[in-house]
């Protein structure tokens, strides 16, 4: 879209107000490099069009490609994309207080929350052995009920589906309640308290669950 403005505003629209482009440059901002890694972020959007809009911000400067080899890509932020970092936060901010509430059933999906979640895992919380929580979305489809959040010596990882390691602790809620947690409108002990996220395992593993599972840089912290 062009406005025809030699405006400032205006030309950051014509790169930033395109479908979807404030969720792909807030993918590359938190270190997707990797096409499929990006799509991960956005699963509702296509792969066509997701390839366009990265074409777009390479065209505008905003992203530099470098061949792996084959068809295989790396996409990464140039300065002017990285500039954008306070942009996107700032709305992800204003997005919380005033664009979240209340959220249609539509808009809850245990894919990018589950996605984002992993990269605000703190493995330091737990020993070095490999510690499995089995998360069960209640009110998900079967494609998207279970996940499995793995920490082992540092390293976190995330399945889709079973593993097979033994499971050290099975936390069962529904996503708009951890959705709320992860954006700090609800304490993850109030929750635990209150019934609304049920813990099943490890007693001590449950007990630092809590400190494991940081919250989203855009969470509120008055819960």
Excluded at 86 to 111: C, F, K, N, T
Excluded at 134 to 140: G, L, N, Q, V, Y
Excluded at 176 to 197: E, P, Q, S
Excluded at 202 to 209: K, T
Aim: hydrophobic letters at 40%.
């Amino acid at each position: 879209m062009r406005y025809g403005q030699f405006c400032p505003i205006a030309k950051a629209a014509e790169i930033l107000a395109e479908r979807w482009m404030p969720l792909v440059i807030h993918e590359l901002l938190a270190g997707s490099t990797h096409f499929s890694d990006i799509h991960r972020g956005v699963p509702l959007m296509s792969p066509t069009l997701l390839s366009h809009r990265l074409k777009e911000l390479e065209q505008a400067g905003l992203v530099q490609s470098q061949p792996l080899g084959g068809k295989r890509r790396e996409w990464r932020l140039t300065e002017a994309g990285q500039a954008l970092g306070p942009v996107i936060h700032q709305m992800g901010e204003w997005g919380v207080q005033y664009a979240q509430d209340p959220l249609d059933e539509s808009d809850l999906d245990s894919r990018v929350l589950m996605w984002n979640m992993r990269r605000r895992v703190d493995p330091t919380t737990f020993p070095d052995e490999r510690v499995t929580v089995e998360f069960d979305f209640t009110d998900m489809p079967s494609s998207r009920r279970h996940w499995w959040l793995i920490s082992n010596r540092g390293e976190v990882d995330l399945c889709p589906t079973d593993p097979g390691y033994p499971v050290d602790v099975y936390l069962t809620t529904d996503v708009r309640t951890m959705v709320m947690v992860w954006f700090g409108k609800l304490n993850f002990d109030r929750a635990v308290a209150g019934g609304r996220i049920e813990l099943l395992g490890n007693a001590s593993i449950c007990m630092r669950l809590g400190g494991w599972l940081l919250l989203s840089p855009l969470a509120l912290h008055s819960v």
